[in-house]
């Protein structure tokens, strides 16, 4: 039995059914989606346990509803009776999204507010999945707590696998993302950054690029995703390599592409599969998402 956590923020998402006044009410959130792809890829020998702060409202108890029927662990998720959870509203326009959120002050804020619960949501587990936008959402001094059992976790043996999903927004500015991204990125064994993020917020001129940054930051292997481009994998200094992936004819919405191109790689790896075939099934995988509407596809996977 192997087990992954996947550390960050879940937020309910309303939006609008078409009919007047009629809202319909989902979860999502980054690395809830890639937690959602990798329930649905793994078999039942892993365990997948989602790590985040909520209320004890009903809201709340309704996001950990959700999450349970779904099969993702919800053991270590922190109940926090002055919070809440985000919440963000899609608004439809001549068929383009626009979000609006409200989270400012959701309890996934506090997530790492107690350092020893993070540390015992570690304990007995094989990964641990995080974003840039876990570390966003966070005080600089839970910042640096998450960082640390992280490394810990890193240093026990764990693999810590980060996607950087560089949001400036939520970022007190550029610089302030910059240097807490690489610090993350330093004690983690797998980075799969996006190349149109990160040409445009670190400047990179080619995937190789972004790849090599990341590992000389301390990453130990790097998967550079790249739209409907191909996919840049470095393993190590000497072995890097370009995949090209199948065209999508018909990309219906791209929401939580990156997530589940994560989940799909992932979950090829731990059965056992090659970088290349794995790269391969995330791309399986983000296709199909990408083929229907909404951050999570029902029965989706990579085969
Ligand atoms: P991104 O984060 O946008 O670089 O995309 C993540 C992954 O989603 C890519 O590596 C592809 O596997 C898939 N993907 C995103 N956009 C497209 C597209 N237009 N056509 C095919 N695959 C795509």
Known sequence: MGRIVSIGECMGELSETGAPGALSMGFAGDTLNTAFYLRQSLGPEWQVDYVTAVGTDGLSDRMLDFLNAEGIGTAHIRRLADKTIGLYYITLKEGERSFTYWRNDSAARRLASDPAAIVRALENSDVAYWSGITLAILPNQDRLALIEALGQ?????????FDPNLRPRLWDNPETMRGWIHRAAAISDLCLPSFDDESTWFGD????????????????????????????FLETTDKTGVLSIPSVEHVVDTTAAGDSFNAGFLAAELSGKSIEDAIAAGARLAAKVIGARGALVKDATAS
Do not use: Q
């Open 153 to 161: 976790f890193a240093g026990r043996g764990g693999t810590v696998v």
């Open 205 to 232: 001129s080619d995937p190789i690029e972004t790849a090599k940054r990341y590992h000389a930051e301390g990453a130990r292997r790097v998967i550079v995703k790249n739209g409907g481009g191909a996919v840049t």
